[in-house]
């Protein structure tokens, strides 16, 4: 009889390359099922929110900032403040989480050796670790959002 078969070491490599090429195509199909999954992960050009107030008492030197919230977690903010000026300002992290389609509340007690008196505030979403420069919002005096006390 002359029977012919596969040797064992090319046997070995093609069960190998079969494996591989499955469990590259199991990655892949799994990489796109983890991305789709959580919604409330965003990157800074998904973000999406609104200043609704920022209130000013000139006599507690409190700031109020009121930002609803679209469709993403937002992290916290770095709330920049300038004078009329603009020769006094400083920046101030808040590390306030704001879910998805809520409303939050930011209370900040300004630093009067900073800054004499507000005139505008630039507010700056973070989402994780990045701070989203390119989605700020910001007030000044005359807008009708920016009601002093």
Same mark, same amino acid.
């Given at each position: ?15 190998? /390359?079969?494996?591989? /090429? ?14 789709? /999954? ?14 609704? $107030? ?38 101030? $992290? ?42 700020? $919002? ?12």
């Amino acid at each position: 009889m002359n029977e012919r078969a596969v040797s064992p070491l090319i046997a070995t490599i093609f069960l190998i /390359a079969v494996s591989v /090429a499955l469990g590259s195509i199991v990655m892949s199909l799994g990489q796109d099922y983890v991305s789709q /999954a959580d919604p409330l992960s965003a990157s800074c050009s998904e973000v999406s929110y609104d200043l609704k $107030r920022v209130n000013y008492n000139q006599n507690t030197n409190e700031l109020k900032i009121i930002v609803d919230n679209g469709d993403f977690q937002i992290d916290g903010f770095l709330i920049k403040l300038f004078d009329e000026s603009y020769t006094e300002g400083y920046s101030e $992290r808040i590390s306030q989480t704001i879910l998805p389609y809520e409303v939050g509340v930011m209370n900040l007690l300004i630093d009067t050796q900073k800054i004499s008196s507000v005139y505008e505030v630039k507010v700056i979403p973070q989402i994780g670790s990045s701070i989203c420069d390119s989605t700020f $919002r910001q007030v000044d005096q005359s807008s009708p959002l920016f009601v002093m006390q």
